[in-house]
């Protein structure tokens, strides 16, 4: 038995006389005109959410910036060597020195 043979022999609508297009046509039509019942929650989840966004950002700016604390730095004091350090995502380590003193 092939693949179209079992198809025609299990097809639901093979003893019906045709198909009845104008009901067919009635339903998709009366479908049409209703809205969906989840439109109304999804507008209304994305109201909600727009709010509390809208309430987030206005909190935000209210709190007064609180200025950056003054750090003291120390003295600069450079070697007369300096280093590169640098890891790849693989761990291997690259460390690049680099020396004032050095002449060819």
Known sequence: MNLNELLKQHDPARDAD???LAAMRATIMTAK???PATSRAVVACA??????AAVVVVRRREQPQQ???IVRKAPVHQPATRQLQLTTPGGTRLIWVFDDRFSM
Do not use: H
């Open 33 to 35: 005109r209703r809205p």
């Open 67 to 69: 200025p950056l604390p």
């Open 47 to 52: 109201l909600l959410l727009a709010i509390i």
């Open 18 to 20: 045709g198909l009845d």
